[in-house]
């Protein structure tokens, strides 16, 4: 997915305008919530969020998405990762 189709698909589902944001390389954010759903789009680099008995390994192109309330965790790779992200 392109960040223009992710724009169109944030706003269709109800989602805030894409927002822009990056990680530092190797940077894990230990366990916590959202009192909103999150979902985000690779842009580079790469993470890996574990959350609700799941595992996203994420890379330019793939979505993500961080259930509200859910307890999950973000471990970024080697070159760091830069995203858009929309909640709701």
Do not use: K, W
């Not at 366990?31 to 890379?59: K, N």
């Not at 859910?70 to 070159?79: K, Q």
């Amino acid at each position: 997915m392109d960040a223009q189709q992710f724009q169109i698909a944030l706003e269709r589902d109800g989602f805030t305008s894409a927002t822009a944001g990056e990680y530092t390389p190797g940077l894990i954010n230990l366990e916590h919530t959202h009192p909103f759903e999150v979902r985000g789009l690779v842009l580079s680099g790469a993470m890996t969020i574990s959350g609700g008995g799941q595992i996203q390994r994420c890379g330019p192109g793939d979505v993500f998405v961080m259930h509200l309330g859910e307890t999950h965790r973000e471990e970024v790779g080697a070159d760091g990762c830069t995203y858009l992200y929309g909640s709701r």
